[in-house]
């Protein structure tokens, strides 16, 4: 069985949209050449002597060594998980997935070295007919984690979905990835 869950934050600033309302919402903020540039002021992360600087990307944009480290990562941090369920692990799939033309990608630097550490992948689309930000992949290289820096990077998007008035930001977790589920429900 296909065991994802959505976990899904309702916005406060949720109205009555029509289908037609909704849908030139979510063109609108697709077809933003940036939609993550009124949020330039959340794009430093700092913890201790854990700094890093995120960068908003188009796929049409984003550098294919970038993208080929995204897809790597997503590998290593979640390859088991969908190994273990009836999905398998299929990397032509992933790899076809996050080269869509609508993806886009907040990734996070290390701000001294200027390595990539952690990325978001998402896009705006309905979904059971409510405009969504949908995130498909927040996936932190191991020493980037437990630092609040997935936090700090849903919090951009959740800003971001406010933004562009989408009615709920949508997430992706295997329900057999425990550490996961635990980090979604805190931020829930
Ligand atoms: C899941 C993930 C995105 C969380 O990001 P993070 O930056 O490490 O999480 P944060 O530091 O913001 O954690 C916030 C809270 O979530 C919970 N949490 C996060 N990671 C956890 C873990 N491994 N186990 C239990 N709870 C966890 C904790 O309550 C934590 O607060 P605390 O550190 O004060 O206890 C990151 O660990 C990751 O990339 N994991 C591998 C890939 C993956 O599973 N991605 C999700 C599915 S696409």
Redesign the pocket.
């Known amino acids: 069985m296909y065991s994802v869950k959505n976990l899904e934050k309702e916005q406060s600033i949720m109205v009555q949209v029509t289908v037609k309302e909704r849908q030139q919402l979510i063109e609108k903020a697709s077809n933003a050449k940036d939609p993550l540039e009124s949020l330039q002021e959340m794009f430093v992360y700092t913890k201790d002597d854990f700094r890093v600087r995120l960068k908003s990307w188009r796929k049409a944009d984003i550098p294919q060594k970038t993208l080929k480290w995204a897809i790597k990562l997503?590998e290593r941090?979640?390859g088991p998980?969908y190994s273990t369920c009836s999905l398998g692990w299929q990397p032509k799939i992933k790899q076809a997935d996050m080269n869509k033309h609508w993806a886009r990608y907040l990734v996070a630097y290390t701000e001294d070295t200027n390595i990539p550490v952690?990325y978001c992948m998402f896009r705006f689309d309905v979904d059971y007919e409510r405009s969504v930000l949908y995130?498909?992949?927040?996936?932190?290289?191991e020493n980037?984690?437990?630092?609040?820096?997935?936090?700090?990077?849903?919090k951009i998007l959740e800003t971001a979905a406010a933004h562009w008035h989408m009615e709920k930001l949508v997430?992706?977790?295997?329900k057999n990835?425990?550490?996961?589920m635990?980090?979604?429900?805190?931020?829930g």
């Open positions: 997503a941090n979640v998980f952690a995130c498909y992949e927040a996936q932190l290289e980037a984690r437990r630092k609040g820096l997935g936090s700090h990077m849903m997430l992706t977790v295997l990835n425990p550490s996961a635990d980090f979604f429900r805190k931020i």
